[in-house]
């Protein structure tokens, strides 16, 4: 199997390379497999993103997380988006598999803190991500934040957004729908 999906990385679509580091992920999640590591620099925000879920899964160092900022504060819409959806990815492997290491990657952990910004960020797809990634995370302390942005946010499409992830639910939203 594992052969095959090397086979799947060296294929020139984007969407089967990426897949292909993904599969990696859930089959092969803490084993080190150097050949990836060069992926999360690729032009590809998917291939680069899941290579950074992968190499986190391996070994959660400072590069990895220094590569995830650089994304997160000044990649292109999608790089910043992919970013995202790494940290809530990330995160909630940490959480489910060791909740205590996770609570040790400060740096990691601070870059959640870009959080409410980014959920009104001019984009959609980047103000989705965002708010998956924090619900991923589960921190009390992020969520009372963002229920702060929730509880004065008129934005009828952000509401909808918190809605969908998050299951809250506005007055004036639902009496209008």
Same mark, same amino acid.
């Given at each position: 199997?594992?052969?095959?999906?090397?086979?799947? +990385?060296?294929?020139? !679509?984007? %969407? *089967?390379? =990426? /897949? &292909?580091?993904?599969?990696f992920t859930r089959f092969f999640p803490d084993r080190?497999?150097?050949?990836?590591?060069?992926? +999360?620099?690729?032009? !590809?925000? %998917? *291939?680069? =993103? /899941? &290579?950074?879920?992968?190499?986190?899964?391996?070994?959660?160092?400072?590069?990895?997380?220094?590569?995830?900022?650089?994304r997160v504060r000044g990649g292109s819409v999608a790089?910043?988006?992919?970013?995202?959806?790494?940290?809530?990815?990330?995160?909630?492997?940490?959480?489910?598999?060791?909740?205590?290491?996770?609570?040790?990657?400060?740096?990691?952990?601070?870059?959640?803190?870009?959080i409410p910004d980014l959920v009104t960020h001019p984009?959609?797809?980047?103000?989705?991500?965002?708010?998956?990634?924090?619900?991923?995370?589960?921190?009390?302390?992020?969520?009372?934040?963002?229920?702060?942005?929730?509880?004065?946010?008129?934005?009828?499409?952000?509401?909808?957004?918190?809605?969908?992830?998050?299951?809250?639910?506005?007055?004036?939203?639902?009496?209008?729908?």
């Open positions: 199997m594992e052969k095959l999906f090397f086979q799947a +990385v060296a294929i020139k !679509d984007r %969407r *089967v390379r =990426a /897949n &292909a580091v993904e599969l080190e497999l150097l050949e990836l590591r060069p992926l +999360v620099r690729d032009d !590809d925000n %998917r *291939v680069s =993103a /899941n &290579a950074l879920i992968k190499a986190a899964c391996e070994r959660f160092d400072e590069k990895v997380i220094s590569r995830i900022e650089e790089h910043v988006a992919s970013a995202l959806h790494a940290m809530g990815e990330i995160a909630l492997y940490y959480r489910r598999h060791d909740p205590l290491f996770l609570g040790t990657k400060l740096s990691f952990l601070r870059l959640f803190e870009l984009n959609a797809m980047i103000r989705r991500q965002a708010l998956i990634a924090a619900h991923k995370l589960q921190s009390d302390v992020l969520d009372i934040r963002l229920r702060e942005l929730f509880s004065v946010c008129g934005d009828p499409d952000l509401l909808g957004l918190f809605a969908s992830v998050y299951g809250w639910k506005n007055e004036a939203l639902a009496k209008a729908a």
